[in-house]
Structure formats: C-alpha cells, structure tokens
C-alpha cells in the first residue's frame, strides 16, 4: 500500500519547490545580467583601447584639474577591476610606459621597439600636462620657435650675416633684395593651436584610415611635399596648414625650377592657403633653390606664402636634442617640425613617424605611404630619433600613432 501524505508533507514539498525554482530563476537572471555587464565592459574595452579621445574627452582632460585627473584614474581603475583584460592594460601598460620611459641599459633592437610600439598600441594614452609643460619650457628657452624658427625682417636686419647651418664655415649677408623677400614677423604664435598634428610620410599610414582625425586637428603640419587627393585622403588627410619641401626635391622633381615652373605651381595648390617652409640656409646650394621656389609661387600668384627656416634656431634645435642623447649628423625635418609644433600647439599627435620596414603587426611596409624611395645613408638617424619620440608618448608629452586609427564605431 502506498504511503499515505498528510496535507503537512504536501505544503512543505511544495514550499521547497518554490523555493528552488525560485533560487533557479535568479541564478538565471543574475547570470544573464553579469553576463551583460560584462559584456557591455568588453564592448567598452575594444573601443576605448583602439580608438583615440573624442572631442568630449579631449575637452574632459584640458579642463579638469591635475588633482581630479589623478582622482578620476584611481575610480575608472577600480570600475574596470572586473575586466580582466582592463587588469592587464592598468598594470602591464605601466611596467611598459616605464621601461620605455626609463634610460635603457642597452641600446634597444629594432625588434624590441616594435614588440613595445605593438604593446603600446593597446594601452590607453593621456596627455600628462606637468610632463608636456616642462618640456614645452625647455624648449623655448633654448630656441622659441615663435619669435626664431623663422627668419623674418625682425630678427634679422638688412646687414646680418647669416651662419649656414650645415656649413658653419660659410655665410650670407642679408642685403636689402634678400630682406625685401622676408616675411615682417612670424605668424607662428606660441599655444596658439589646442591640437595639433604631424604627418610623416612612412609607409606605416598606408591603410590605416587616420585622415579624418588628422583633419579634425587645429593646425596641421606635413613633410617634404608629400602627395594628398582622393587616392590617399582616407589615410592620411587632405588640411594642411604647414608644409616643408627639401631643395633637392625641387631639383629632382621640377628642374631646378628652370623650365618646370608651371608644374611646380599646380602641384603645390593642393596644400591651399599652407605655408610652405624651405631650408634656404642649411646648405649653400638650397639658397637659390629656396629663392626660385618663392619668386615661381609669386609669379603665378600662389596661394602659399613661402618661409625660410633660421639657421640660428636649427643650430640652436640641434645642440637640445643633443643633450637628450639623440646624437646624429643631421636632425630629420619631421623632428624639426615637431618641435615646432610642441611649443606652439596644447596637445601633439604625430602619424607617420615609423622607420622600420614592417608594422607593428609584422607586415611588410613601403619606406612611404606612396613609393618605396630609400633615403640617402647616414645623414639621419631615424630610428635614435623615433625611440626618443616613443619616451615622449610613454611620458604623455605627444601622442605616437602607430597603427590603424579608430574609425567612428
């Protein structure tokens, strides 16, 4: 015979039941919503490792104050604790930032800075406003690009006699035909520009969609004539606010501006109103190049003003960037340029600046981002000076791309 229930029993078997159902549909929902916490974590952490700051963000840093920077660090590391991967880029990300920031032991590999710039790429970078600051004021009091990095009638009256850069034994004095083609003062002002950009030309921009960040930047420097339009705009952007041209390319290209003038005019007015800034008296043979290149811009009523670099300021820019260890014949122009561009703009963000010939990713890369032209051996030295450049980025002084560029999600 079957046992027989007493209506006890019955209630309290029930009562389990609910109870474990209970119990089943809370562990069910508790999991589906850490699940979508986490979840949402992730989603946030793939955008925010690979994109860079929006605008909101970017206005969040200048404005806030040093102290609420560090205090809004300390609660973002603490809501991401959950995250793994944010555990590994808020501990990890610092051991890097250190061991690139710190004076190496040895001198780095090719290898090694590669490994790191792949690593870097997945940490998160802020400007470090005391950092950018103090090195901001090194510069200018060794070499105020504002009032000298260009020569103007200001500071070089008719009568100066100018001292060739790359050739100290060699000058030219200023005469009034030479003073009459100067500029009357600089247009460059100090912290004029919230954000800046500078554009390299390495093969590292092919494909990696930076051109509408470096469109958005306040002012915008580039290297060398480097070609824009349609077949690169996506990569590397069409403003330009500043533009240099080595001499040699105005012979290589243009003739030496003898009978190729028409060409040189056209191509030039894809860079609209820039200014275009020449080395005129680094070497003897760039001077009457320079001279060729402003009097062809006048003739056919270019809209680029064309500048001259101060051979006081370079040689004043070479012996810093000596005493920070970057030990080279000659500084590269895309240095010189950033130099510039630390003093006169808030915030730096360089593109292009890559020597190697394979990415971060271990791809084969083109010497440029439109041919494959080497440079001429031992005059520059491209790799001293990007590992320098990539201590600014791990210190917050500038900010190194050195991958794709985030496109808006």
Not at 6 to 13: C, E, I, Q
Not at 26 to 55: G, H, I
Not at 151 to 162: F, M
């Amino acid at each position: 015979m079957a046992p027989v229930c007493s209506s006890k029993t019955v209630l309290f078997s029930c009562a389990i039941c609910i109870f474990l159902l209970a119990i089943i549909h809370f562990e069910a929902s508790f999991d589906d919503r850490y699940m979508d916490q986490l979840t949402k974590l992730k989603l946030n952490q793939v955008f925010s490792l690979t994109s860079q700051a929006n605008n909101s963000e970017r206005k969040q840093l200048n404005d806030s104050e040093r102290g609420k920077r560090e205090c809004e660090r300390c609660t973002s590391s603490q809501q991401l604790k959950p995250w793994s991967t944010w555990e590994w880029n808020s501990t990890y990300c610092e051991k890097i930032y250190k061991w690139i920031a710190s004076p190496p032991s040895q001198r780095h590999t090719e290898g090694d800075l590669i490994r790191k710039g792949a690593q870097i790429q997945r940490c998160l970078w802020h400007q470090q406003e005391v950092a950018a600051d103090k090195f901001r004021q090194e510069l200018k009091r060794c070499c105020h690009a504002a009032s000298n990095c260009l020569v103007t009638q200001k500071n070089t009256p008719v009568g100066t006699e100018l001292m060739y850069e790359a050739e100290p034994k060699k000058k030219i004095k200023i005469t009034h035909q030479i003073f009459a083609l100067l500029p009357k003062d600089s247009s460059l002002k100090s912290q004029q520009y919230k954000r800046c950009a500078v554009i390299g030309n390495s093969g590292i921009l092919t494909n990696s969609s930076c051109g509408a960040e470096i469109d958005e930047a306040d002012f915008v420097f580039r290297c060398n004539l480097p070609p824009l339009g349609r077949t690169y705009a996506q990569d590397v952007g069409t403003k330009t606010n500043l533009v240099t041209a080595n001499p040699s390319i105005i012979a290589e290209r243009y003739g030496e501006l003898q009978d190729r003038r028409k060409p040189f005019f056209t191509n030039l007015t894809i860079y609209n109103e820039a200014l275009l800034l020449l080395p005129a008296f680094s070497y003897l043979k760039n001077t009457i190049l320079s001279f060729r290149a402003l009097y062809t811009l006048q003739d056919f009523q270019a809209k680029q003003e064309v500048v001259f670099f101060n051979p006081v300021y370079l040689k004043r820019l070479s012996e810093f960037w000596h005493s920070k260890g970057i030990q080279v014949k000659r500084l590269s122009t895309g240095i010189m340029v950033m130099s510039i561009a630390i003093e006169l703009c808030e915030e730096v963000w360089i593109y292009g600046f890559w020597p190697f010939g394979k990415s971060v990713d271990g791809q084969v890369l083109s010497h440029h981002y439109f041919d494959n032209q080497l440079p001429k051996p031992n005059i520059h030295s491209m790799p001293s000076e990007y590992e320098y450049i990539l201590q600014m980025h791990s210190k917050g002084i500038v900010k190194l791309q050195m991958a794709q560029c985030q496109t808006d999600p």
